[in-house]
């Protein structure tokens, strides 16, 4: 039996009147990748903030590396990495620089900051670049940057909200292959994205999450199998199935 | 060991805060465009002011002159003893040119030597000069006529000293000419050695430009850095760089703090730069003053710097932080008495007092220009603490880094 390293239960989440998150429950396997899709304004981004400790749920509880968000946030955040979908970088430094002081915010001290942090830009292909400013780093190049920030520390468990948005295919490959890698040395991840070929190629299960409910969940192929011949019917197929083809703000 | 473990923790907790004020601070130097503003800017407006207006704290004028008189000895001669008169320069203009600027309203007061001054000189007349003014010819021109005369007195008189020992010694066989080489040395030596002499000394507020500018102009350009904190901290939530900071091991007191130091470093660099310049080029302070002003310093900045992370915590776009900023620092430089002085009493005093530009302002005036020392300032700084600390506490109830979150 797989041992299920973070278990959201029941979460509720509304800003005024509005219900962001209704209710939503999940669980993550130890070493997993769990796809968490959804249109825009569906909650994927509420839920992430809650699960990484940023927004209070309303309601419900969520369990991560056996620590209770609600009660022991301090011991979460000690255990997660989060990559969120802006460029949360202080784009006047050096993409060195900005890891070495994300680090230290995780804990590292200054030694141990810098040399893990060449470490995953090596990993990442940006230690030739180590020095340079971010602002003169390229679109793929700053998503690259942004992923490299979310493993300082020791964390067990990644937040990657969207990120390979707007990038070029080489750097976009190259992001498969360090989460893949980060996968196959036991890394648990949490991965939004809205190009469903990359859900299914990385993705061991996916939810589909609409109106701030939790619509669909299973493995890529056996959702695909549910709307008709799998190697005939695409993620996206069964994502437009389910939540609709109408525009979404 | 528990202390020490102890220690440690504390001396943990503080390294966070600091780390993010050092890594905001080298991101501030690496922007030219905020240095520039920082430092540049007040610099160049205070060495504008100071060009305009500065570093004279005596009379500087011009005599216009009209000579009705040519080739004439006694004329010749004033207009050579007016050119030797420090800060008064001499304009000579014809009698219909100067007419002409009267009418226009150019010239408030010509002064004019008519055709026959020199003649009753030598004469033994009493002579005239004639002031032509418009009203009472302004300041400017009533210092020169009382210039003019004097000068013009003091040739008179010597003049009578000469014709005097002529007539006193006509019949002792002493040649003209000896007569006149000795009066004339006697009075050059008088000139040049007065036996009355007037000294210059200043009591209380010094009129220099300076001392009446600096405190000001400080005050006013620290503040301004409220809209620089306001909108760095918009700036920053909507990048997202607090969020994922709130992910780590940092706690939002800690990055309160880490942001309260950040602003406070910032606005300390900025200060610190004028006031050795103040100190260094215009040698405002005493050693002693300079330090009591490093606490003036101190304690405005980050009174400053409080209100700016509130103006930051309550606004939710950069355009809304730099309208509530650019308003709160306006009304406060206007009512601190930046510009000008503020009555003592009145509603503008009333109002004054909800200023932390006036508390700020008479605390260095009463350093720098009265010479008293910080036992005089207490409430002054006293004042700028508790808005730091008050400021402080509401800025952190207020902050949220993002509506409904932490």
């Not at chain 1, 429950?25 to 400790?53: D, H, Q, V, W």
């Not at chain 2, 994922?244 to 910032?266: A, C, D, E, M």
């Amino acid at each position: 039996m797989t041992e299920a390293y973070l278990v959201a239960q029941d979460l509720h989440k509304s800003f005024n009147e509005h219900k962001a998150v209704d209710g939503v429950s999940f669980s993550i396997e130890k070493g997993e990748i769990f796809g968490l899709l959804g249109p825009n304004g569906a909650g994927k981004t509420t839920t992430i903030r809650m699960l990484s400790t940023v927004l209070e749920p309303d309601s419900g509880d969520i369990i991560v590396g056996g620590y209770s968000v609600r009660h022991n946030a301090d011991a979460v955040r000690n255990l997660i990495g989060v990559c969120p979908q802006e460029l949360a970088l202080y784009e006047e430094l050096s993409a060195l620089d900005n890891l070495v002081f994300f680090g230290r915010m995780a804990g590292l001290n200054g030694k141990e900051a810098k040399a893990q942090a060449l470490s995953h830009l090596e990993l990442l292909g940006l230690k030739e670049r180590a020095k340079g400013r971010v602002d003169k780093f390229s679109g793929g190049m700053k998503r690259r940057v942004n992923l490299a920030v979310s493993l300082m520390g020791h964390p067990q468990f990644l937040f990657l909200d969207e990120p390979t948005v707007g990038i070029d295919p080489q750097s976009r490959n190259n992001i498969y292959e360090t989460i893949e890698a980060l996968r196959d040395k036991g890394m648990t991840i949490l991965y939004t994205t809205h190009y469903m070929e990359e859900a299914d190629r990385l993705c061991k299960r996916v939810a589909i999450i609409d109106g701030g409910r939790i619509i669909a969940l299973d493995t890529p192929l056996t959702l695909r199998s549910k709307i008709g011949p799998p190697e005939q019917v695409t993620l996206e197929d069964v994502f437009l199935r389910l939540t609709g083809r109408s525009l979404r703000d | 060991m528990a202390t020490n473990s102890h220690g440690g923790k504390v001396l943990d907790k503080l390294a966070k805060p600091l780390l993010i004020a050092l890594l905001q601070v080298r991101i501030y130097l690496k922007d030219r465009a905020d240095l520039a503003f920082s430092f540049l800017l007040p610099i160049a407006i205070f060495a504008l002011t100071y060009g305009a207006f500065g570093g004279e704290t005596s009379f500087n004028g011009t005599a216009h002159i009209v000579n009705e008189e040519e080739g004439g000895l006694y004329s010749a001669l004033l207009l050579d003893r007016l050119g030797e008169v420090d800060n008064l320069d001499v304009d000579l203009l014809s009698a219909s040119k100067a007419e002409s600027k009267l009418d226009r309203v150019d010239l408030l007061m010509v002064v004019f030597i008519p055709s026959d001054f020199s003649e009753r000189l030598e004469a033994g007349e009493p002579a005239k000069l004639v002031f032509k003014q418009r009203g009472n010819g302004g300041d400017e021109g009533q210092i020169v006529a009382s210039i003019v005369g004097g000068v013009a007195n003091r040739m008179a008189q010597e003049l009578q000293v000469r014709n005097e020992v002529a007539e006193a010694v006509a019949d002792t066989g002493i040649s003209q000419s000896d007569m006149e080489n000795t009066v004339q040395q006697l009075l050059e030596n008088e000139r040049e050695s007065p036996s009355v002499t007037v000294e210059e000394e200043i009591v209380g507020v010094s009129p220099d430009i300076v001392n009446d500018l600096m405190p000001g102009i400080l005050v006013m350009f620290v503040l301004f850095a409220i809209t620089l904190t306001a909108r760095a901290l918009v700036e920053e939530r909507k990048r997202g760089t607090l969020e994922r900071l709130l992910t780590t091991q940092l706690s939002i007191g800690q990055l309160f703090v880490g942001k309260f130091l950040v602003n406070f470093s910032r606005g300390l660099i900025q200060a610190l730069v004028l006031i050795l310049l103040a100190y260094a080029v215009f040698q405002m302070f005493t050693p002693l003053a300079f330090v009591e002003s490093l606490v003036i310093v101190i304690a405005f900045v980050a009174a400053v710097s409080s209100l700016g992370l509130i103006i930051g915590s309550i606004a939710r776009s950069e355009d809304q932080s730099i309208w509530i900023a650019v308003f709160f620092t306006m009304a406060t430089v206007i009512l601190g008495g930046t510009f000008f002085e503020i009555p003592e009493s009145g509603i503008l005093s009333v109002l004054s007092k909800l200023s932390i530009n006036s508390y700020a302002i008479d605390a260095f005036e009463t350093i720098i220009s009265d010479g008293d020392s910080l036992s005089d300032i207490g409430i002054q700084l006293g004042v700028m603490t508790g808005v730091a600390v008050i400021g402080l506490f509401i800025g952190r109830s207020l902050f949220r880094v993002m509506p409904g979150g932490r």
